[in-house]
């Protein structure tokens, strides 16, 4: 097996759970759980402060904003996670049992395992997704520090700044208090990384999985030979009927686990969007503020690409399971057979979508925030 499904489990344990059948453990796991959900949400307290005691500044209030609506979208993954974290082990183990029975057929025409493959892809871009949040992250870290050297260097007076634009109800300026506070938001800050790096990493594993079981469907489907009596192919031809239903059960389950994380991840990101565009577009005279914008930008629409990009080719693979039929020899079957490949074609021409309301997560989707994104900024550009 390799490494295959490490990406999953790594995630699982960064967030302290394991596939723990005493109930006692399991407890204790989820009292770990809500103490870090309860932790994420007590950083509203001082990021909403912030923004009613600079209200009046409208740079300041955006600053702010970005990160409020980015810990609220973390709430929604670890509650998303609390509710659904024994289903995140059983389609895992679905997966690896799946493997493991998985034909000669299922590797492509070069002779490469299509889930092998599969799970390369995920680990990379899994990889890519938490070095993003992590580097966006420790900016927001070595933001004040880097500031401090600077105006130490040039001579100038320099003020004291939190990691995070954050007010609390005490002298956050002056020591210890400014201390405290350092640590507090590093603290929320890593939880922040690790919850989402862990959810959205699972996603776009469990999504990249699927389409490499749906290619190895269409490899099974063509490589059969209906040609032959109907005794011996009958029993083949019900192992893929059975392999289908089961790839549509995953995608709908898959769907229904991450129902409230695309919803929220589509809304927030939505408002995302506008706030660190006006932050970008403000801040052209400064390097330092300019970057960590960037970074923040890129991070945020990382994270919504993931959820399009696995949404997508669900339903691109999905639908080719149709094309899979109509490619293959199936004029040879008898009457009956056809009738069971009649339903895999009825099956596959719905589209498989991961949607939460009148959100799905495509790259059309994505490209449709994308160009909103550019129409900010010249909007705001005009009006300035």
């Known amino acids: 097996m390799g490494v295959l499904f490490q990406l999953q489990e790594n995630c699982l344990r960064a967030m302290g759970h394991s596939h723990a059948k005493e109930s006692t453990e399991d407890r204790a796991l989820s009292l770990k759980h809500i103490s870090s959900l309860l932790f994420v949400v007590s950083a509203q307290y001082p990021l909403i402060s912030y923004v009613v005691y600079n209200r009046n500044d409208m740079e300041k209030v955006t600053a702010s904003l970005s990160v409020v609506l980015t810990n609220l979208l973390t709430v929604v993954k670890i509650t998303t996670f609390l509710v659904y974290k024994q289903d995140f082990w059983k389609m895992m183990s679905r997966f690896r049992k799946m493997h493991q029975q998985s034909s000669p057929s299922s590797r492509s025409k070069d002779g490469t395992d299509y889930v092998t493959e599969a799970n390369k892809l995920a680990t990379f871009l899994g990889r890519a997704y938490c070095l993003s949040c992590g580097l966006t992250g420790l900016y927001f870290m070595l933001g004040p520090i880097v500031k401090g050297v600077a105006s130490s260097w040039r001579g100038t007076l320099y003020v004291r700044e939190l990691p995070m634009p954050m007010k609390f109800p005490f002298n956050d300026v002056d020591s210890p208090g400014y201390e405290v506070c350092v640590l507090y938001t590093v603290l929320v800050t890593a939880v922040v990384v690790v919850y989402a790096s862990a959810v959205d990493g699972l996603f776009i594993s469990f999504a990249i999985n699927l389409r490499a079981h749906f290619q190895t469907l269409q490899g099974e489907i063509k490589n059969s030979d209906f040609a032959l009596p109907e005794k011996d192919t009958q029993a083949g031809l019900k192992s893929l009927v059975d392999y289908h239903d089961l790839l549509l059960f995953l995608s709908r389950k898959l769907r229904s686990i991450y129902t409230p994380t695309v919803f929220g991840q589509f809304v927030i990101t939505s408002l995302q969007v506008g706030v660190i565009i006006y932050q970008l577009v403000t801040s052209m005279d400064s390097v330092m503020d300019l970057l960590l914008y960037a970074s923040f ?15 997508e080719i669900i339903k691109a693979e999905s639908l080719q399971v149709d094309f899979a039929v109509r490619l293959s020899n199936w004029y040879l079957a008898s009457p009956k057979l056809r009738r ?42 005009s009006i300035e």
Do not use: D, H, P
Request: with cysteine; net charge positive; aromatic share 12%.
């Open 340 to 381: 069971s490949l009649a339903l895999i074609i009825q099956q596959s021409q719905r589209e498989v979508l991961i949607r939460a309301g009148f959100f799905v997560a495509s790259l059309a989707n994505f490209v449709g925030i994308c160009r909103t994104a550019l129409s900010l900024i010249t909007l705001i550009k």
């Open 297 to 311: 930008f890129g991070s945020i629409m990382l994270q919504l690409f993931i959820y399009c990009y696995g949404g």
